[in-house]
């Protein structure tokens, strides 16, 4: 059983755009929800985290939009840049990621000049 | 932000024979350690956790006394691969969370290995 579904395998954004890539998840004792950015051959690097108690984390060009009663949650990436061409992971943990994280099966961004 | 360091970055082995990885948190004491494995182009996949001083726990479906964890001292964790088989050729990555601090937890740069 998968607990986090993510949306979509892989997406084609132009330089500029948004890049938008969505989560879903199914236990309700997720208490923390991280996404990741992962280049080939390295070890996954923490962009942004949310937990249930607010509705939207904004750092930088990086944006968490969160809904809760739905059980979804999603990445927005503003004014792409080919450089933020990589693989995403969304994760979900309970207690505040004291027993490890389930990760989604990942997006491939692709920033196109 | 934290580091976590992983060593070595690649092995290559012979079949049957085992390998170890380490993980170490450099700038911060972790009190618990993951290990994860991700084959190609594929998502990880939690194979284990650590905790100081204790046994690990081990995720549905990993071999135990395969795949061995020892978690000696709180910045130090190892994963030893015994009688690898080229099925096991995969990335592995470890993570740590600092002892006292609520949520994030810091990735090392993974370590590949390839059984021959």
């Known amino acids: 059983q998968q607990q986090v579904k993510q949306s979509p395998q892989s997406l084609i954004v132009q330089k500029g755009g948004i890049s938008i890539i969505n989560c879903a998840y199914e236990?309700?004792?997720?208490?923390?929800f991280p996404w990741y950015q992962q280049f080939p051959g390295k070890g996954p690097a923490l962009l942004i985290a949310?937990?249930?108690?607010?509705s939207e984390k904004k750092e930088g060009r990086f944006t968490i939009s969160f809904n809760k009663s739905a059980k979804q949650f999603s990445l927005h990436i503003m004014d792409s840049q080919p450089g933020d061409s990589a693989t995403y992971f969304c994760?979900?943990?309970?207690?505040?990621?004291?027993?490890?994280?389930?990760f989604g099966k990942g997006t491939h961004l692709i920033i196109q000049p | 932000g934290a580091v976590v360091s992983q060593h070595p970055s690649r092995v290559i082995c012979k079949s049957g024979t085992s390998v170890k990885i380490e993980c170490r948190s450099l700038?911060?004491?972790?009190?618990?350690m993951f290990w994860y494995r991700q084959f190609p182009k594929q998502s990880l996949m939690l194979m284990a956790t650590?905790?100081?001083?204790?046994?690990?726990?081990?995720e549905q479906g990993v071999e135990k006394d395969k795949f061995l964890i020892n978690h000696a001292s709180l910045t130090l964790s190892t994963l030893t691969v015994t009688s690898a088989h080229p099925e096991d050729s995969s990335f592995y990555i470890c993570?740590?969370?600092?002892?006292?601090?609520?949520?994030?937890?810091?990735f090392g740069e993974g370590s590949r290995l390839t059984v021959l």
């Open positions: 993570s740590a969370k600092p002892a006292g601090v609520g949520g994030e937890l810091f």
């Open positions: 236990n309700t004792a997720f208490d923390y």
């Open positions: 949310i937990r249930p108690d607010v």
């Open positions: 994760a979900a943990s309970r207690f505040r990621g004291a027993d490890g994280l389930t």
């Open positions: 700038d911060f004491q972790a009190t618990t």
């Open positions: 650590s905790n100081e001083g204790s046994k690990a726990t081990y």
